[in-house]
């Protein structure tokens, strides 16, 4: 099959997207390249061009060619028999629209299948079916009841129901920040929860061509400016993301088994990312990511290499048990 690096999306977190092709290209070197616009149109992009895109995650890619629409390009891989590789993260990416895309036309394609990406993608129902997995997410709070919830917690939290990389993040520490919320939630559908003070974490889970499963190293967050939104993420050179963290065993042990009970609750399929409060009370879990970022700068590659296993392993791995899924 040929490998091809999908990347791009009409979606906001197309700039991560890059960032992660880059990654992935320098691993895999003999992959083809196709970005996807924000018009939905497919185009073939050399290596060089991506390579020297400088700033990803601040400028937008911009190949200079026409394009195809997705679904041609989709119905062209199928006939040249690619397994795509999945640089993408966010909106009908992640949502699992791309991948029913996918499934109908038998095109392998990298991670989650589209019933378990569109589940995990909405935090409200993934936080449901973890819960019954086993894990712990907070409570929830109704938009209606906003008001009385700052009162009783102090501090609330409220986030899109339905995106990723920290975008739309919105702290509530005082009554004016209600109103940026209820403005917010005309647009979209948020979800609002106390604020849990803790250390932030993060566990990944790693499935392998011969079926066993594993976690990686959890790893611990140290936000430069106090908030884990997309600026510290991408663009903060002071944040600090410690792998493995430095938890004790017995809480390294509690997030590893977390993250494992999320991704199978959520049927995840080849990895995921699971992302956790670690408070006084225990962990708390806040939502699983179906295609964490693949940037040098990321999680994922990070515990990684924790554990000892090489991108390019990894990603081969990842190729293999797509290409087993479209045979079965």
Not at 62 to 73: F, H, S, V
Not at 88 to 115: D, I, K, W, Y
Not at 140 to 154: H, K, P, R, S, T
Request: with cysteine; aromatic share 8%.
């Amino acid at each position: 099959m040929r490998i091809t690096i999908l990347f791009g999306g009409s979606n906001r977190e197309r700039l991560v997207s890059v960032a992660s092709a880059q990654a992935l290209h320098q691993a895999l070197p003999e992959a083809d390249l196709w970005f996807w616009d924000i018009q939905d149109k497919v185009h073939v992009v050399q290596s060089k061009q991506l390579a020297e895109h400088a700033c990803p995650f601040e400028d937008e890619f911009n190949p200079g060619t026409r394009g195809i629409p997705l679904e041609q390009a989709l119905d062209q891989a199928k006939a040249e028999d690619r397994v795509l590789v999945l640089a993408l993260h966010g909106g009908c990416a992640e949502n699992g629209e791309l991948q029913v895309m996918c499934e109908t036309r038998g095109v392998p394609f990298t991670g989650s299948g589209s019933a378990s990406s569109h589940l995990a993608f909405d935090k409200i129902a993934a936080k449901q079916f973890a819960a019954l997995g086993g894990v712990t997410p907070p409570i929830g709070i109704a938009l209606e009841n906003i008001d009385v919830a700052l009162a009783e917690y102090g501090r609330l939290i409220a986030k899109p129901a339905r995106d990723g990389s920290s975008y739309g993040l919105i702290f509530v520490n005082a009554k004016q920040d209600l109103v940026a919320v209820r403005n917010a939630a005309k647009h979209e559908e948020y979800v609002i929860e106390p604020y849990i003070a803790g250390v932030e974490a993060t566990c990944g889970v790693l499935e392998r061509p011969d079926g066993s499963m594993m976690s990686l190293p959890p790893i611990e967050i140290i936000p430069g400016e106090g908030n884990f939104d997309y600026a510290a993420k991408y663009l903060l050179s002071s944040t600090q993301e410690i792998c493995p963290g430095r938890f004790s065993p017995e809480v390294t042990a509690g997030l590893m088994d977390q993250a494992m009970r999320a991704h199978r609750a959520l049927s995840c399929t080849g990895y995921s990312r699971s992302d956790f409060i670690v408070s006084d009370k225990g962990l708390v879990y806040l939502e699983t990511n179906t295609l964490p970022g693949l940037t040098k700068s990321s999680l994922y590659p990070k515990a990684l290499k924790a554990q000892g296993i090489a991108f390019v392993d990894f990603l081969r791995d990842l190729i293999e048990l797509a290409e087993r899924g479209v045979r079965k």
